[in-house]
């Protein structure tokens, strides 16, 4: 896959779980404004988007063929998003708690996922897909 390919497929899979997650987010959100409610909201969407980019991820990005979904592949790759998503959920609530408007919010979603999005994929290359690269790499 050419870097140009691979810089496509990497933000476009980031683009459609970041979306996921908003959605997700909204959907909870309506259920009422409150703090629990907001935090469940940031969970669910950090779920679903994990989950949906897990998928893509595996198979487009790092071409690992491999059925289903490896337990021990998958929390590598959750936890290889804790420090990621802890810098998504900082800049969305530093959003939230300044201007406490739902479109700054996912401002802040948008750009702190974006910044964890590019610092996850060293990370999952480097310690969760490993053994893909080095069969493709033989």
């Known amino acids: 896959m050419t870097l140009y390919n691979l810089i496509f497929r990497y933000s476009l899979f980031a683009i459609l779980a970041t979306c996921s997650n908003l959605v997700s987010q ?3 959100l309506g259920l009422g404004n409150s703090d629990v409610i907001f935090i469940i909201a940031l969970s669910v969407g950090t779920f679903v988007g994990l989950f949906l980019k897990y998928i893509l991820d595996k198979r487009w990005i790092f071409k690992d063929t491999s059925t289903g979904i490896q337990g021990k592949k998958f929390s590598l790759y959750t936890a290889m998003g804790i420090v990621t998503t802890l ?3 900082g800049v969305e609530t530093t959003f939230w708690l300044i201007w406490q408007s739902n ?6 979603a948008v750009i702190g996922l974006s910044i964890g999005y590019t610092i996850k994929y060293g ?16």
């Open 26 to 28: 909204r959907l909870v």
């Open 87 to 89: 810098i998504f959920w």
């Open 103 to 108: 479109a700054m919010r996912e401002l802040g």
């Open 123 to 138: 990370l999952d290359r480097r310690f969760v897909f490993t053994d893909v690269h080095s069969r493709s790499s033989s």
